[in-house]
DNA sequence: CGGACCGTTGAGGTGAGTCAAAGATAGTGG
DNA sequence: CCACTATCTTTGACTCACCTCAACGGTCCG
């Protein structure tokens, strides 16, 4: 258990609220649904492969990824989680876990009672749509990264990573000056863009060296957006940050 | 418009109810949606990326895929579809198309309203976690994929990729002993695993020369389907294909 | 019968992998 | 506070799975 900045709900209210507008009275129900928080180190399994978990969990401070495991035993890593992300949403409706989530930091995750979830769903039609718009999003991310894997160099994925992390962190309010904290190593970002460590190193210098990042210990900052959105061939259209027309 | 040999909205009621048991009344219902059929020639889109489409549509006849490009105009095969399949569902709740959605042969596709997909999901709240799930299954075969293209060789790549369309296929009744019709080109086979086609004439052939498959003209049949699911590192369990307890 | 695909084959090239060792950094306990 | 360790990052030399380019053969269909 751990203290928290601000209730858990809120973050998962703000995040509902900012893409599918919610009544007063949605978010009242929200507010009241129970939400225990747990402090996880770093490297934990959270949930895994093959279980039946009776609850999903919301992220709240910290990394979390989703992954799964060849017969070799190398590791693809499919999504990175960040405050406000629901990882496993998706067991409310698949009885078993088809991949694994485990912490890539020390982090703050809240487990939310599936009986809970299915509940408020019957009582506000509404919710439902927004909760299954989270998990159309998240297919919307593995459909990107099938592109960024599977047709584009090391060089300019992990270019398109970097944009991806930094426009989500930026929804939850977690960059400042085009600059935010990334505890992940070399070996966790080889494992989610599908290549060895090694060669994240070199790619990572070659980007360092041509100007489109900057980092210091945990921290990553980004001088020049346009020329790495560029590198990255990042377009968020894929995120479907804004559904309000015109905002 | 093209004759069908049985009905649409039984294919779409069959599909959800083996996997979610459905009511009377919600079959019912689902049999009563409005479906307009389509013929459609092979190579074709059907829905193109940025689109905002009003209607969802449902395979019938034939295979279909989901891509993007890439910024060098590499394209990569997201998702393939068989009949049965509702591949931009997801089009319900994200308004704008993040993928396109084209024929690979010739196909008849069914067009349901997303007005009428609204209508029946607000009165029969059970039917809403059955489109759900579907959904959910969908990104659960992007999450394979990506672990596929992300940490395999070429060669295992291809035999997991025949292992899954041939479990899709026997799953809607259009395999018989081990063989099955799949008129898709190497150079698709190749945007689907992130590999040229050279090599996928390449992978082939090995496959072959190992007695894993055999191909004559678009039928392909599987000699031996324990030996592919090992070659291919199989594992059925990603398709959530059996959800009632010991079915 | 002729063109348009599609699949095959060969030779040579390369981006990323492998292996191994050395440097940097962070965490731990005395 | 420092010594000790474990982990993470960097570097260099070598290898290889897959790519590129180019030519050729098959097959389908108007």
Not at 70 to 95: E, N, T, Y
Not at 134 to 154: C, K, P
Not at 169 to 188: D, H, M, R, Y
Request: a neutral charge; charged letters at 25%; aromatic letters at 6%.
């Amino acid at each position: 258990m751990a203290l928290m900045p601000h209730q858990p709900n809120d973050l998962m209210i703000r995040k509902l609220d900012s893409i599918f507008p919610l009544s007063d009275e949605e978010r009242g129900a929200l507010q009241q649904l129970p939400i225990l928080l747990k402090g996880i180190k770093a490297d934990r399994e959270i949930v895994g492969i093959g279980e039946r978990p009776a609850q999903s969990c919301l992220i709240l401070e910290g990394f979390t990824c989703a992954y799964k495991l060849s017969h070799l035993g190398k590791r693809q890593i499919m999504a990175l989680h960040v405050p406000g992300d629901m990882p496993d949403l998706q067991s409310l409706h698949l009885a078993v876990m088809d991949m694994s989530i485990a912490s890539i930091s020390s982090c703050t995750v809240g487990f939310i009672q599936h009986e809970d979830l299915r509940r408020l769903c019957e009582q506000h039609p509404r919710l439902t749509a927004a909760f299954w718009r989270e998990t159309l999003v998240d297919a919307s991310i593995y459909r990107e990264w099938l592109l960024n894997v599977g047709q584009r160099s090391a060089y300019t994925r992990m270019a398109h990573l970097v944009c991806e992390i930094l426009i989500r962190l930026k929804a939850v309010g977690l960059v400042e000056k085009w600059s935010f904290q990334w505890p992940i190593t070399q070996e966790k970002l080889a494992d989610a863009l599908g290549i060895t460590a090694v060669h994240v190193s070199r790619t990572l210098q070659a980007l360092r060296a041509d100007g489109l990042i900057r980092m210091e210990k945990t921290q990553v900052s980004v001088p020049d957006w346009e020329r790495l959105k560029e590198a990255g061939e990042f377009d968020p259209l894929y995120l479907h940050l804004q559904v309000r027309k015109g905002a």
